[in-house]
C-alpha cells in the first residue's frame, strides 16, 4: 500500500535479483520502506555541508528521498547497471522535486568504490556481507583518517552491528524501529564515527 502511494512511477518496489548479485556476500535488491530515511534523518539533522552516500542504491528510492534535503551531494553506489539505469532515470524525472544540486549514481562493486572524504552520511540496507562489508567499512576509516571529520552511518536491517562497532572507530547513537511492524526489516542502527 506505502509502495504505491509514495512510489507514484519511480518503480522502487519489488524485489529483484540481478546476475551480479550472484554472489555469496551480496543481496538481492530489495527497497527501504519509505519511512526509514526520514526518520533518521530528522533524528541527524541534514545540512547544505553533508555529503550522503547510499552504498547499494539499487532503483534509487532512498537518494530520491536523500535529494529532497540540501545536502551538498547525494551519490549512490550500485554494482548492477540495469538498476543504476533506473535510478538515474527516475532521479532525472523528478529533478524539479530536488533541493541537493548534485546528485550521482556510481556503477562500482562497493568494495573497490573510493569513499569521498566529505561523506559524511553513509547508508546501507543490508547490501552486502562478509568480506565486502569489511572492506567497505575500511574504505570509510581510510577516508576519515585522509579527512578528519564525524561521519555517521545509517543502517537498516543491521545484521553486522558488531563489525561496526568492533572497528573501534564508531558508536551506537540511536536504535529506531518503527512503532507499526516490529520485523528485523524496520530495525535501524544509527553510528557516529569517534
Known amino acids: 500500500m506505502a509502495d504505491r502511494l509514495f512510489d507514484r512511477g519511480l518503480e522502487t518496489a519489488g524485489t529483484v535479483t540481478e546476475p551480479?548479485?550472484?554472489?555469496?556476500?551480496?543481496?538481492r535488491y530489495v527497497p527501504s520502506d519509505?519511512?526509514?530515511?526520514?526518520?533518521?534523518?530528522?533524528?541527524?539533522?541534514?545540512?547544505?555541508?553533508?555529503?550522503?552516500?547510499?552504498?547499494?542504491?539499487?532503483?534509487?528510492r532512498v537518494l530520491h528521498?536523500?535529494?529532497k534535503r540540501p545536502f551538498r551531494r547525494v551519490i549512490g553506489v550500485e554494482i548492477s547497471p540495469a538498476l543504476a539505469a533506473i535510478a538515474r532515470r527516475a532521479l532525472a524525472e523528478r529533478s524539479g522535486q530536488h533541493r541537493?544540486?548534485?546528485?550521482?549514481?556510481?556503477?562500482?562493486?562497493?568494495?573497490?568504490?573510493e569513499v569521498p572524504d566529505d561523506m559524511t552520511i553513509g547508508y546501507f540496507y543490508h547490501p552486502f556481507t562478509d568480506e565486502t562489508f569489511a572492506a567497505v567499512l575500511r574504505r570509510i576509516i581510510g577516508s576519515i583518517d585522509r579527512h578528519p571529520r564525524r561521519v555517521r552511518l545509517i543502517y537498516l536491517l543491521p545484521i553486522q552491528k558488531s563489525e561496526i562497532l568492533g572497528t573501534g572507530r564508531f558508536r551506537l547513537l540511536k536504535e529506531q524501529r518503527s512503532r507499526l511492524l516490529d520485523i528485523p526489516g524496520s530495525q535501524v542502527a544509527i553510528f557516529e564515527s569517534l
Open 34 to 60: 519509505w519511512h526509514v530515511l526520514p526518520r533518521a534523518l530528522r533524528y541527524l539533522g541534514v545540512s547544505n555541508e553533508d555529503t550522503f552516500v547510499d552504498f547499494g542504491c539499487g532503483k534509487g
Open 100 to 113: 541537493c544540486g548534485s546528485v550521482e549514481i556510481v556503477v562500482s562493486d562497493v568494495a573497490n568504490y
Open 20 to 27: 551480479e548479485h550472484d554472489h555469496p556476500e551480496r543481496v
Open 65 to 67: 528521498q536523500a535529494a
